[in-house]
């Protein structure tokens, strides 16, 4: 299998580390501030493209970023649920994982 972090410059665990504290960082701020599921996904998938990151919703820390990001931003465990559902559409591994992260944030 191979890894969902690639990049033609050869992406370090810096870059990883970065990027997941980066999806955080803008999770936190779409709850608070708010918008669509689809501008979500691809504010995601740019900062992906700034770290040459490809399959984000696959890497477990990565949906677990969104969590905690979910959970520091005090959004409710109903919407959060909610989020998760619409945007790994109903994926039931991928939403225990952004769970995970909500559940450790609080």
Known sequence: MSSPFTSSSNSSSGDSESFREEVHEFTYAYVKGGGDIAAFRRGVAAIGQKYGISSWEDD?????SIGEGMGEAGLEKSKARDMAA??????PDKIAQVRKGYDAAR
């Open 60 to 64: 477990k820390l990565v949906l677990r």
């Open 86 to 91: 619409d945007l790994f559409e109903n994926d």
